[in-house]
């Protein structure tokens, strides 16, 4: 379970632990839309906001979303209760799922007309957790409103809704229902929710889509407050018509601001911004599995079972168990995590094609502990990926899945990416004699028997990953602040900055001194890598970056840009104090940079103050 750490203690160790002296409060939020529903009192947003409040890849609290992996995505809503299939009253048929309003072009009426039947009196959350857990799935997003605007709980902001507009018990509500036998098992729950509206009559216009903003808001603040989410999981954030999406990354900004106010616990997708790599902690690809760790971002894939996200009575075509298996340790040897998807049909029942593949899958998670490949582990980063199966890592211990076991006598190669060495291999689940021989640019593994599992075999590497050196006692890099675009005349202010982890975004600055726009910064001093190795530096910048290691240009980005991703790969020497010098210019509008690193023996991070030094 997450940590419930205060608002304020969160946000004054995540203050603490990114910046030096003078400790500044990060992540101050502007403020919300003029009128929306009072909360604590909006933090002074403008120059001197940072609204990076901490490295989403190393905080307390993104942890359980980085250890735990596997979720399940519920999609639920007024569509359901059509399951898939919408007759018109020319006697046509017209089927979609969650998308059935826009797609069948059903009248406003008919469709609230329609939802008014909608009594999913079968909906069972114990049986849903139930499910979740039997999948071995660690945390649960469900869908509290999406395009259709219709909320799955008793809001108070209008009659579009599970309470006032159906005819389901109007004594229950299925989200704190949800949340009960969610903490009761000890699982993580989340909420879907669409920007994009389709029912509400101020969103399409932006005249009037500030009186939506607000009704947003005041819905958001009432998820957040009565069910304490652990997730916010955003959607409906694109540039689209019919009707008009007026949503841009500033609504972005000050959306996710006013969050971390409500709650710094949150953790908050991409979708709140314009699905960037500065927007919110973690990236969401859809349908797809990324073929490598993703830079700059958390990641998390989610996936429907069969066609749909929402229910379709028709579409029978399921993923089987052996290939959701196999996407989920896929997708956790790139540190990435699974979320997979349920459709409840109009009665609130799982389909039970549905529930047999997720039990499969655990049951594969719990066989020979094999679940030790997918929680708490990561991206296998000592070796590459094989074409034989996937390789995870989790402290000194390698798990590879393999999904084409080698012919009797044959080996499976591994190239390393560093040196390292292995102590042991065993098959989970099989006393089955393991040889691992130095060949070529890595290891042969040779198991002497068969396969435990055609959806996949765990062999254990017990490893020795080479010499990693304390943490240092840096403080971070000397930074020089200019009241301008290029550097230019004296720093208007020189310290000490813990760590380069910066999202100044549209309204903020490095100080309230420094206006929002035209500022630019230097930033000299040392790096003390952990490990010899090759690392990767990332930086994440908007408008204009380069980084200097040992007085060579290794990263120029000094054209003004949109938020982007540049990297570079530099040998760096255990204990040794390399230089390094990074530039940053801020032209006009968001205003970005991060600079991480990750190396085949070094998580994917914002460089840390304990490396970095002033000299
Ligand atoms: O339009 C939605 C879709 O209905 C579904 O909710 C997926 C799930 O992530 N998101 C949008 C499509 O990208």
Known sequence: MRHRATGLALLLAAALAATAVPATVAAAAPAAPADAPAVRPPHAAGPGTDHAADDPFTADRTNWFRQDRFG??????????LEGEYRRPDGTTCRDAEWIKRQCDIPRDAYEKQAQNFNPADFDAKAVVKAAKDAGMRYIVITSKHHEGYAM??????????????????????????????????????????????HDKDFADPATFPAYEKRMYAQLKELVDTYDPALLWFDGEWDTDNPHNPWTAEHGERLEAYLRGLDP???????????????????????????????????????TLNGHWGYARYDQDWKSAQTLTRNLLATTSRSGNYLLNVGPDARGRIPQPSVDRLRQMGDWLREDG??????????????????????????????????????????????????????????????????????????????AGAATDDTATVIELAVDPGPTARPGTGTGLKQEIFDNATLAGTPRITRTDATLNHA????????ASIPADRFSIRWTGTVEPRRTETYTLTTVSDDMARVWIDGKLVIDSWTPHEPRLDKARVALTAGRRHTVRVEYAEQTGEAHLKLLWSAPGQEQQVIPRSQLHTR
């Not at 999904?403 to 689940?429: D, K, Q």
């Open 504 to 511: 100044w975004k549209y309204t903020g600055s490095p100080a």
């Open 72 to 81: 399940m995505f519920i999609h639920f809503g007024a569509y359901s209760n």
């Open 265 to 303: 616990g949150l953790v908050i997708n991409n979708r709140v911004g314009k699905r960037r790599v500065v927007d919110g902690d973690y990236g969401t690809p859809e349908q797809e599995i990324p073929g490598a760790p993703v830079d700059g971002q958390l990641w998390e894939s989610c996936m």
């Open 370 to 447: 094999q679940g030790q490949a997918v929680f708490g582990a990561r991206y296998g980063g000592l070796v590459e990926e094989p074409s034989w199966g996937s390789v995870s890592r989790k402290g000194d211990t390698l798990y590879a899945a393999v999904t084409r076991w080698p012919a009797p006598g044959a080996a499976l190669h591994l190239t390393a990416r560093t040196a390292f060495t292995v102590r042991s291999a065993r098959v989970l689940g099989s006393d089955q004699k393991v040889t691992v021989t130095k060949a070529g640019d890595g290891f042969d593994v040779r198991p």
């Open 153 to 198: 709980w008793p809001t108070k902001v209008n009659d579009w809704n599970l309470r006032d507009h159906s005819s389901f018990d109007k004594d229950r509500d299925i989200l704190a229902e949800l949340k009960k036998a969610s903490d009761d098992a000890g699982i993580e729950l989340g909420f879907y929710y669409s920007i994009w509206d389709w």
